[in-house]
């Protein structure tokens, strides 16, 4: 019998998920990705809660923490970059594993190279389905059909643009932009902390990743200009502008911001679609529901890829029932993670400085009541 053939449009964290799972499942996946290889450096990303068990079902959480970040500790400054309080991120006993999103791509892509057919440097440009299928233009290859189409694009999904609508009618934006740029190996002291300094509407951290540190901006501007994603040099600026005042070692970050030809740059946002399905084609991962600032965007594209393939396995034949029930059981992970994203925001990057001293406020808290757990602990 001819396995059915499902297209899978990204290959970051959600699509050689999915095809790894697909094919174990009875499925012919092919992932298509429009960057000409894996995409390389980002951001650490926290793999954890739903996500450990599929990576642990998969066999990769091993390699996973052969990769991981030697982040330990969260050191907070003031506005002058003095030390306020140093907080514990993580433990050896600790489930959770933090590693580079690339790291993670990487090792994704591995486990699922040898089943799934990968085709990078092209896109799709037109979906036409019918009740027997979905006829796919690319941008590069031959037109083909399939029996399935997932769109595990990201946040700006092309796959949701063509069958669901503008980005404009899902992305909820917080008022937040967020840039990121890598940094010389040496510009840390230590690799084993990462350092946060806050200011009303911004925030500045260094992250000391695995191999590559990163400086992230988190803020709010006055008057938001209209986002150009190809515009480099008004991210560059807007980012300039913003840390103008800001003190630390705040000038030295933003001119690596400034000299680097492609850094990372965009309004932070949430996507809500009212369904993730249309006919034959289902969103998976920030294209279906992205989650800002939470840091869970990886373990949900993990665990939605997992629903997701389970569900086909378990309605054979029959796409719309597998895509509902996937669709409901995803939708009671990510949406108490997206009702919290508006409150963690503010906590995160303070509007003023009352409201950052209660951030700090919090954060002593915090300290103290892992500090008594940990002696706690100890003393058993």
Known sequence: MKKPE???????????????????????????EHARQLRSGGSAIVVK??????????????????????????????????????????????????????????????SAQTEAEFVFDDTVIALDQDEGGVDVTFRRSTPQRFDLVVGADGMHSTVRRLVFGPEWQFANDLGLYGATVPLA?????????????????????????????????????????????????????TVADAYADVRWRAP??????LDHP????????????????????????????????????????????????????????DHARAFAAYESRLRREVGPRQRRVGLLSGLMVPRTRPGLAVRNAVGRAVGRTNRITSRETANR
């Open 262 to 317: 492609a850094p990372y740059f965009d309004p932070l946002s949430t996507v809500r679609v009212p369904s993730w399905s249309r006919g034959r084609v289902v969103l998976l991962g920030d294209a279906a529901a992205a989650t800002a600032l939470l840091g869970d965007g990886s373990s949900m594209a993990m665990a939605g890829a997992y629903a997701l393939a389970e569900e086909l396995a378990a309605h054979p034949g």
């Open 6 to 32: 499902v297209l899978i449009v990204g290959a970051g964290i959600a699509g050689p998920a999915l095809a790894y799972w697909l094919s174990r499942n009875g499925y012919r996946p092919t992932v298509v």
């Open 49 to 110: 809660g739903p996500a450990v068990p599929v990576a642990n079902r998969m066999g990769i959480l091993p390699q996973l923490r052969e990769l991981a970040t030697r982040n330990r500790s969260l050191t907070l400054l003031d506005p002058g970059g003095r030390r306020i309080l140093q907080l514990p991120l993580t433990s050896d006993k600790a489930p959770t594993v933090e590693v580079t999103r690339a790291d993670l791509s990487e090792v994704l892509h591995r």
């Open 185 to 237: 190996p040496d510009a840390v002291e230590d690799p084993t902390e990462m350092t946060m300094l806050t200011v009303p509407n911004r925030m500045l951290v260094l992250h000391p990743s695995r191999t590559t540190p990163l400086a992230i901006f988190t803020f709010r501007v006055a008057q938001p200009a209209p986002h150009d994603r190809k515009n480099i040099a008004l991210h560059k600026q």
């Open 252 to 257: 030295e970050l933003v001119t690596a911001f």
